[in-house]
C-alpha cells in the first residue's frame, strides 16, 4: 500500500468531545424554541394517601396556593415543564462551557510530541510511554508475513496500490480502504478457534483505537455449499471474539447481486469514521 495521512488517535477523543457538544447545543435550542409564551405561576406538590396532588402558587394567592383539580392537570404540566427546562438549560450551560475549556487548552498531539520533536539522539535513549500514532501504523503494515498463496493460472486482479488480489470485488474493497487512509494487510494468517489458520480477505487497523477488524467478503452466496462455509466460518469468527459489527465487517454477493462501491463504503463509514 502506499503512504497513509496519520490521525492521531487522540484525535478520536477531540471528535467524541465535539459530537457531544453538538448534541448538547441542540439539546439547549430544543429548550429555547420551548420558552416561548411560559407560565408565570409557581406549582407545589404534595403527596396526600399516596396521590399526587397539585397547587398554583400566585403572587396574590396564599401561599399554599390554589388547589388544581385532575382536569385541569394541564397547567401544572406546563409549570413543571418549565422548571425542569430551565434547570436543565442552566445545566446545559455549564455543561458546554466546560467542553469549550477543555477543547482551549487540550492538544491532543502533546504526548507524541514530547517525544517526536526530540534531538534523535535524546530519542535514541528514550522509551515513550506511547509509541507515537506515525511509529506504531508504519510498524504494522511493514510487519512481515506469509499470506495464502496463488494458485498457478489464477486469474490476476490488482488494487489501485498494486497489491494482488483474488477477486474483482476485492479490488473494490482494498481500494475503497485506501481512499479512506485505513491501513491493512490481506490475507493474514489468523488462528481461529475450532479452525486452525484462516487468511482472512482484510485485517484492517483502526488507527483511532489501534485496534485490528476482519473483513471478509463471501463473493459466491448463490453456491449452497459457499454460502454453508459462509455461516460457519462466522460462527467459528465468534467464537474467537470477532463480533459482526464490532470488529468482523462480512460482505456478500452473488450471481445476481454484485458487491458496490457504495456497498463497500457503506461499512467503512458504519465502523471507522
Known sequence: MGAQKNIPQANRIIQ????????LCKLQTKIKDKSKSQPTANLRVITNHGNSQYYIVEATNAPNGTYLPRKEIHKAAAIAQRDYNKATATILKKQIKAIDSLLAIY?????????????PGRRALITPVREPDEDFIAAWQHLPYTG???????????????????????????????????????EYPTSIKGWGTLY?????????TREEIIWEHFGLMGDPDYAENAVQKITHYAASGYVLGKNLIATFESGTAPLSVKQAQGCIDALFK
Open 16 to 23: 467524541a468531545i465535539s459530537a457531544l457538544r453538538l448534541e
Open 148 to 186: 495464502k498463496p496463488f494458485e498457478i493460472n489464477a486469474p490476476e486482479y490488482y488494487t489501485a496500490n498494486g497489491v494482488r488480489v483474488r477477486s474483482k470485488s476485492e479490488v473494490i474493497i482494498a481500494d475503497a480502504l485506501a481512499r479512506a487512509n485505513i491501513p491493512y494487510r490481506y
Open 107 to 119: 492538544t491532543p498531539n502533546a504526548i507524541d510530541d514530547a517525544y517526536t520533536k526530540l534531538h
Open 200 to 208: 482472512p480477505d482484510f485485517t484492517c487497523l483502526d488507527i483511532r
